[in-house]
């Protein structure tokens, strides 16, 4: 399909693209039923990017005049005849509850050798093996942990360990103040669920958690983003901002913050937890990194301040353990918490127990000499991060070295768009993450996010080299 | 602590022990931070259920007269005072968006030896063996599997095995129109948070399934129940009904419906299609049960009638093979299905892919021989149970036995309460399911429901004719 964009003019390329094709839809250029190009091979024959191609069809879609569905690429909808996809045009008229248009959802990476766009651990470095091995006793020795249904808070051995383990970080709590979640981004769901509703005010940093900013948006919130300077969110800039919209909640990354790796100082965590107080608010301390610090642990977490229950404090052992075992801990008190547990018991009657019991001997007995070992093997990755930057970066980019955590945050210098960059570096293979989905709404950003751990060290070597190559040839084009 | 009750006023027994107790702490007597009795021991002192003291004890809560927390017991508020519990008072204030009070939270069941109100399939009968030797054979073989975050939708592989279950089942579809969810509860909470807002009108079968009631009361939904008959939903009142208020979604378990084990017969099955697309809604069909038939294989499922995408179709595998594992599928089409994947996406970022390869082979190879034996043992336990009911069932008692599933759903005489029926048995280490759950707000029932399926043969026909006996008593007092 040829589409001629105007790429110095006002409109965005993916409104350009999705104007294009429903003109020719409601035209009957394109007839109901039309298959429509692969958001991969669109991007590859316009030259624009996938997410270009993406925030395009997501466009036609929540406009009713395409359906697309995993596996199956997206058709030109039906409108009146026998049969599905067919009488299935009433479809286009059911009205949803959906947050934003989820770009990433049509997105082919089965090509991508370097995915730099996934902040995750390579499995090389996980501790795979002894969970594995504790789950293949258990299913031979418990074979009933598989079919009982957990407890909704989640399992009470699983919560001492963890109880303790938060106590040796500087969190005195009882296990009852504990729950078992499926990965922290449940954590942050049930959260948003029992306690965001529509027009509630959340104020995040700017940039932020993508994961965070679609669960909000999902419960209708209006969110506010806080810029961040060298010691993380601006507290003083928040504190007016709250005279004018009184916080319902504020959602944090305090440390080695996800995507920009900054990390709040104490005076800021201190501040925060003040205004939390005033404003008799929550504050979600998301905290997936603290552990991965590369010289000095980081400050102590807000929640080790807290007297008072505001602050729900997630930690995410997924990340760090076995993303697939999907383990996280929320601490939180009184009645904030029993409400959580309700939310939790309604939304999947708690976790599977089996996960559970398999990562308890680990995180009880394991986990720190573990971390110690991490932290090196991530420290060392960035270093090499970090030569080939020195190397390779073209004059203009710039960067912070986070102090721990996976990831990097590259500012690039403004003129050509990321967007076409992202098509480039897609056709050499390479990912990164688009630093505008750290938004909400079209915000503009010259941003991009790598990580530098989801990859053997050789491979990430190779892919970031060949990517700042990259950069510098489109920088210069 | 002691409360007068009257027994046949016009106030609920709830409500008098919990304006009590509220006067108690506004006028003093009990003091901030006073730990209240236990619900166990408040039921045994007043000689009432644990229903009745969760209930007062829910309702306390939510006028944030107390806080509780599992483990921890239920406290008076503190509204001023240093450190936890204490400042947290402003927690009391802080608005939330949860549904009806979780009676079930605060319940204690450990001393409970037949817990006849869980609805679930011992685990002698479950084939957890085969299962936990394929995890057993993976986790050793590719510990990588607990290193990836899934696909959203599902592993693709699952979703193919799982194409074909549903084909053999009458429903023909692609894999690409299936998507995995950590339990039906999940699928039934995505359907939720995807399409039903606040005000929005759902019908469903009076009585229902009490996970989903808990959904959609969470999202606010005007929910409206349907009288059933021998035929399941009177599809002609809901007819009637929806002329009034038309419907948003039905929410339906067509086949030995739980509770009340009622199978809806094909022509109403037919016409509720029908109503769906005149009123262009969706028909959210729960289909757990129906591989679990006694002797006729019940009527096809709604879905596979389905020419226009109107039924979201959700079949647990959880149930039948291994609650823990979390397993069950979404089919759906067009856009509806890929409103769901992103709300699943936000939820949880998909659903672990090491059990989803679990329990892949056996559904490939050995679900169908697994489902006949499984109907035997149940129609075995089924017989027992019917034997008993004869036997000892006290006269007034009524029931319908069903052609299949897991359940009994008797009905008792007006006279003496279920209330303190159920706090005898509990005291007798007997428990059930009171019918008023299975409603939304405060529908007095005069239905039970007793699941034949989840202890031993021998320990369900024990606790059963106990059950019976005492039932006898109680009626007779």
Redesign the interface.
């Known amino acids: 399909m040829h589409i001629d964009l105007l790429r110095s003019g006002d409109k965005s390329l993916p409104r350009q693209i999705s104007e294009t094709i429903a003109q020719r839809i409601t035209s009957g250029l394109l007839q109901p039923g039309t298959r429509l190009p692969s958001v991969r091979g669109l991007s590859s024959s316009l030259k624009v990017s996938q997410v270009t191609v993406s925030k395009a069809y997501a466009d036609l879609?929540t406009r009713g005049h395409i359906?697309?569905?995993?596996?199956?690429g997206c058709y030109v909808a039906e409108r009146d005849r026998?049969?599905?996809?067919?009488?299935?045009g009433?479809?286009?008229?059911?009205?949803?509850?959906?947050?934003r248009a989820?770009l990433?959802?049509n997105f082919d990476y089965s090509e991508v050798d370097y995915p730099f766009h996934l902040a995750?651990?390579h499995?090389s470095l996980?501790p795979?093996?002894p969970?594995?091995?504790t789950?293949?006793v258990l299913?031979?020795e418990q074979?009933?942990?598989?079919?009982?249904?957990?407890?909704?808070?989640g399992d009470?051995e699983l919560r001492e360990v963890m109880r303790r383990h938060l106590q040796s970080r500087g969190i005195t709590l009882?296990?009852?103040?504990l729950m078992i979640t499926?990965?922290a981004?449940?954590g942050i769901?049930l959260v948003a669920?029992?306690?965001?509703?529509p027009g509630d005010t959340v104020y995040l940093e700017a940039p932020s958690y993508t994961?965070a900013i679609?669960?909000f948006a999902?419960r209708g919130a209006e969110m506010i983003f806080v810029p961040m300077d060298g010691d993380g969110m601006r507290v003083d800039l928040l504190t007016a901002m709250c005279d004018r919209r009184p916080p319902k909640l504020i959602y944090t990354n305090p440390t080695f913050q996800n995507p920009s790796g900054v990390t709040m100082s104490m005076p800021r965590r201190q501040r925060l937890l003040e205004l939390a107080?005033s404003y008799?608010?929550?504050i979600v301390e998301d905290d997936p990194f603290s552990d991965l610090y590369f010289h000095q642990p980081p400050p102590a977490s807000i929640k080790s301040l807290d007297?008072?229950?505001?602050v729900v404090y997630m930690k995410s052992f997924s990340k760090v353990l076995?993303?697939?075992?999907?383990i996280a801990c929320v601490a939180a008190?009184?009645?904030?918490?029993?409400?959580l547990?309700?939310?939790k018991?309604?939304?999947?009657?708690g976790s599977?127990?089996?996960?559970q019991r398999a990562v308890l001997p680990f995180i009880e007995r394991q986990y720190d000499e573990y971390a110690a070992k991490l932290r090196w093997a991530l420290r060392v990755r960035q270093e090499a991060a970090a030569r080939l930057l020195k190397q390779y970066a073209p004059a203009g980019v710039t960067w912070q070295l986070p102090e721990g955590g996976l990831n990097l945050w590259l500012q690039l210098p403004e003129s050509p768009g990321i967007e076409e960059l992202h098509a480039l570096a897609e056709r050499e293979g390479i990912s990164f993450l688009p630093g505008d989905v750290c938004y909400a709404g079209d915000m503009p950003s010259r941003h991009i996010r790598i990580c530098y751990s989801q990859l053997t060290q050789e491979g990430m070597e190779r892919g970031l080299r060949q990517f700042l190559l990259l950069l510098g040839r489109h920088l210069c084009s």
């Open positions: 879609e359906l697309c569905s995993q596996g199956k026998s049969r599905q996809g067919a009488e299935a009433w479809q286009d008229g059911y009205d949803d509850y959906l947050p989820q990433w959802r995750s651990i499995s996980l795979l093996g969970i594995g091995t789950m293949a299913v031979n074979p009933e942990l598989m079919a009982t249904y957990g407890n909704f808070q009470p009882g296990a009852g103040d499926s990965g981004q449940q769901d669920r029992t306690f965001v509703g994961g679609d669960v999902g107080r008799r608010c929550l007297t008072a229950g505001h076995a993303p697939g075992c999907r008190e009184g009645n904030i918490l029993s409400r547990i309700a939310a018991s309604a939304s999947d009657l599977p127990l089996l996960t």
